[in-house]
């Protein structure tokens, strides 16, 4: 009696099975031994390229290791992506990855295999670590837009992340506080002195309402001292509609200052340097950096408290501007799509009417 024999995983015990296969068809020993040589050598090659006869052809896609599938996704995101989407797609990956490490789990894991139960113990280390509701929400929904993704690609079958929730609204209220006029001057005396360029990313959202985003990517090209204003593209802006800001006089002498002799109109107003001087140059600047800026130094330097945020700088001018300024004005440098839009940001404030019949028109009054 000839037989075939060869040991392959079984998926569901993850142990070595062993497979039979009878081989007493052909009558001719010498025909026999030639045939089953033929298909011993076509069961390894068909075994090295990893076909396993246990796994139907439906799910064999869904036994890919974890860390190939990520491998796989990154570069199949990479084709239409922009830099800042890759970003957050190959941070998500490592996060993975070390939580993979970090539980011992093999870096083999199929993708299958990741099941609710390691779901579970990966958002429970993510609400019992030092992270904040909103960064626990950001988690879960890259999370259950990643296995999406697997599903649709059929490296699985199930989102393990399905039955988690996010944290509900009323949490995640934001803490944020206008600046008062106080704050505004000492502000501007501290970075006068210390850091202009920085002052007039400040200003921009201040007076021109801009993104953080919209400014790392705003090039020297776009800022026009002759006729004070900022051209905001399209294909940078939030609403991805290009825009005017217009930057008013009390600002001028600021933006004037900006090394902007010899710099290429290409390059980028505000790049990236390890000194955080951001200065005209070829490198772009990750928007985070502003913030990381404003809370390693400037809140420091200032004695400020959390609630005192980059963004309060745009909270702040709005509610400014539309002291001294009709709303359909304000809504233009802003740039939002309706009055109504305008109004809800302005008057979401509690002390919004004091605060507009009080404060002065300079950022430094």
């Keep these: ?210 993104r953080p985003k919209e400014i790392v990517l705003l090039q020297v090209k776009h800022l026009n001292l002759n006729k004070q204003f900022v051209f905001v593209p399209g294909t940078i802006a939030k609403n991805d509609k290009d825009s005017v800001r217009t930057i008013p006089d009390a600002a001028m002498p600021f933006f004037k200052k900006l090394p902007l002799s010899g710099a290429d109109p290409e390059d980028y107003l505000f790049s990236w340097t390890n000194e955080w001087l951001f200065r005209p140059g070829k490198t772009q600047c990750i928007s985070r950096y502003l913030a990381r800026y404003w809370n390693d130094y400037v809140r420091k330097k200032l004695g400020w408290g959390l609630d005192k945020q980059f963004y309060s700088l745009k909270d702040t001018g709005m509610t400014d501007m539309a002291g001294y300024l009709a709303l359909p004005l304000v809504q233009g440098q802003a740039d939002h799509s309706s009055l109504a839009i305008t109004s809800i940001y302005i008057q979401k404030k509690m002390d919004v009417q004091e605060q507009i019949r009080t404060q002065a028109r300079s950022f430094t009054e």
Excluded at 12 to 36: P, V, Y
Excluded at 69 to 83: M, Q, V
Excluded at 178 to 207: G, H, Q, S, V
Aim: overall charge positive; charged content about 30%; glycine content about 2%.
């Design 1 to 210: 009696m000839w037989y075939i024999v060869y040991y392959v995983v079984n998926p569901l015990t993850d142990e070595l099975q062993r497979i039979r296969i009878k081989f007493n068809r052909i009558k001719n020993k010498g025909q026999r031994r030639q045939l089953a040589r033929d298909m011993m050598r076509q069961l390894n090659d068909k075994l090295e390229s990893g076909w396993n006869p246990l796994i139907s052809g439906n799910e064999r896609k869904t036994f890919t290791p974890l860390t190939v599938a990520l491998d796989d996704y990154l570069k199949i995101k990479g084709k239409d992506s922009e830099e800042n989407s890759m970003r957050e797609y190959r941070s998500l990956a490592k996060f993975l990855r070390n939580f993979l490490a970090d539980f011992h789990l093999t870096p083999e894991l199929p993708v299958n295999q990741f099941s609710e139960d390691i779901a579970a113990e990966m958002m429970e280390s993510l609400k019992l670590s030092n992270i904040g509701p909103q960064t626990y929400n950001n988690y879960l929904r890259r999370l259950k837009t990643l296995w999406n993704w697997f599903i649709e690609y059929k490296y699985a079958k199930r989102n393990p992340f399905l039955g988690f929730k996010r944290y509900p609204k009323k949490i995640l209220q934001k803490i944020r506080t206008t600046l008062t006029r106080d704050d505004r001057k000492a502000l501007f005396d501290l970075l006068r002195n210390e850091n202009n360029n920085y002052l007039c990313i400040c200003l921009l959202c201040y007076y021109c309402f801009m």
